[in-house]
Nanobody, 119 residues
């Protein structure tokens, strides 16, 4: 099981980025996928997830209305569209596999991608 997050970069406040989570050797549609982030000096936290069963989505309050998680089955990829980015969104972002949208059930984190929001 191997996941790879990509799409990070430097963006000004108010800008947008789209992160991608790609898989090797298995189909992402078969799993609940979550996005996590870890800011400097802080613990990793869950950000968003998409259920494998019904495609329902979940967002933590700080990103609601700004971030959107989605699947592209044809590309075997899960995306995190991030709009209206704020400096406090600066972190390394990771994707992971879970059983359900409960952060405790997630594991197999892939390599992260750095998002820096700064003017």
């Amino acid at each position: 099981v191997q996941l790879q997050a990509s799409g990070g970069g430097l963006v000004q406040p108010g800008g947008s980025l789209r992160l991608s989570c790609a898989a090797s050797g298995f189909t992402l549609d078969s799993y609940t996928i979550g996005w996590f982030r870890q800011a400097p000096g802080k613990q990793r936290e869950g950000v968003s997830c998409i259920s494998r069963t019904d495609g329902s989505t979940y967002y933590v309050d700080p990103v609601k209305g700004r971030f959107t998680i989605s699947r592209d089955s044809a590309r075997n990829t899960v995306y995190l569209q991030m709009n209206n980015l704020k400096p406090e969104d600066t972190a390394v972002y990771y994707c992971a596999i879970g059983v359900i949208c409960d952060w405790k059930t997630f594991g197999s984190w892939g390599q992260g991608t750095l998002v820096t929001v700064s003017s």
